[in-house]
């Protein structure tokens, strides 16, 4: 085994960290600025060193450290992605089934 493997690793821990910090905080700030641009936008600018201090330690091992890290912000995106399109999906079918009880209710009515 090269070491080198070793030392990636780390590096790519590295990403899987700053990636949880960038997105816990962008998820955050859409849920208590909504849809106000210039709030979210400022709070983008706030969280975006995470990613840059993060690559830029992983270049003081070269270019293998620097993929090595964003390797694992992409990694831990994929997966937020995909968690939090599970969650949306189902508050979508959970009130469309809301919604379509509720226009059943409504026309037996009239």
Not at 5 to 19: A, K, M, T
Not at 43 to 61: D, E, H, K, T, Y
């Amino acid at each position: 085994m090269d070491l080198k493997v070793l030392f990636y690793f780390p590096l790519f821990l590295l990403g899987l960290i700053s990636g949880f910090f960038y997105f816990s905080h962008m998820w955050k700030s859409i849920n208590i600025y909504g849809t106000e641009k210039n709030k979210v936008l400022k709070s983008m600018l706030i969280r975006l060193p995470i990613p840059i201090l993060s690559v830029l330690l992983g270049s003081l091992a070269g270019v293998g450290g620097i993929i090595s890290v964003l390797l694992g912000f992409t990694v831990y995106q994929i997966f937020f992605l995909v968690k939090t399109g599970k969650r949306l999906k189902e508050e979508i079918e959970k009130e469309a089934e809301e919604s379509q009880k509720e226009n059943t209710g409504d026309t037996s009515q009239t």
